[in-house]
């Protein structure tokens, strides 16, 4: 079974406008984290933003908001005043437990129009 | 800056010869990751070094081996490159292993193409 689903596989935003990027997961880990990762067309993977579980408040760093429903099991990405600089691939990503290993979604291409 | 660097960033190899990939990292980060990344997939974890404790992933093709030998470098030998080991590889650190209450945030860097003629 999928444990990241991102249903979105592409998105036009205007300039200057907010984004919201879907993302739901699947654990019955009760001790997990959710990360937000940026993918220019360059290929670096760019870390945004991390919520864990058990934190009860929606994380936040800049112009990026984790709108985290945890009883949904949803942890949707909010992109405030769009830039150019922002066109890129976009992949949720999860955590469980004691595992090292990050579980990737597919991703969701963003491009934000002038 | 501290951060994660990977040379080359470009890597064209002919098939089944031998290639090695190399990462290092001024994080001082415990963590050191490898992944696979196909084009228009997500990455995919490899094998991971927690100080000097391998951890191979259970699919990882034994055509792929990885290399620490010291906390700064970590290097991803394919012994026998084939077509469909064309990928990017991304290497990623870590400061500590997964804990409760903490953030285990993984930092990656630029990644290598890798092309298999």
């Known amino acids: 079974a999928q444990k990241i689903t991102q249903t979105q596989p592409g998105m036009f935003v205007q300039e200057k406008e907010a984004v919201t990027l879907d993302c739901t997961y699947d654990t019955s880990d009760p001790s997990y984290g959710l990360f937000w990762y940026k993918q220019p067309s360059s290929g670096e993977m760019i870390f945004l933003i991390y919520q864990g579980s058990y934190d009860q408040q929606n994380a936040t760093e800049g112009r990026y908001s984790l709108n985290f429903q945890k009883a949904r099991k949803s942890a949707n990405l909010v992109i405030s005043a769009s830039q150019l600089g922002d066109s890129a691939m976009y992949f949720c990503?999860?955590?469980?437990?004691?595992?090292?290993?990050?579980?990737f979604g597919a991703g969701t291409t963003v491009t934000v129009r002038a | 800056d501290a951060m994660v660097i990977q040379n080359p960033r470009y890597q064209v190899t002919q098939f089944g010869k031998p290639v090695t990939l190399s990462c290092s990292q001024t994080?001082?980060?415990?963590?050191m990751y490898w992944y696979q990344q196909k084009s228009s997939q997500a990455p995919k974890l490899l094998f991971h070094?927690?100080?000097?404790?391998?951890?191979n992933e259970a699919d990882t093709p034994d055509n792929f081996q990885s290399r620490r030998p010291n906390t700064s470098f970590c290097f991803l030998d394919i012994r026998s490159p084939g077509l469909g080991d064309a990928a990017m590889y991304l290497c990623?650190?870590?400061?500590?292993?997964?804990?409760?209450?903490?953030?285990?945030?993984?930092?990656f860097g630029p990644g290598t193409r890798l092309t298999v003629l």
């Open positions: 070094y927690y100080d000097k404790d391998f951890n």
């Open positions: 990623a650190t870590s400061r500590a292993p997964p804990r409760l209450g903490f953030t285990d945030t993984q930092y």
């Open positions: 994080l001082n980060h415990n963590v």
């Open positions: 990503a999860m955590r469980e437990g004691s595992d090292y290993k990050l579980s």
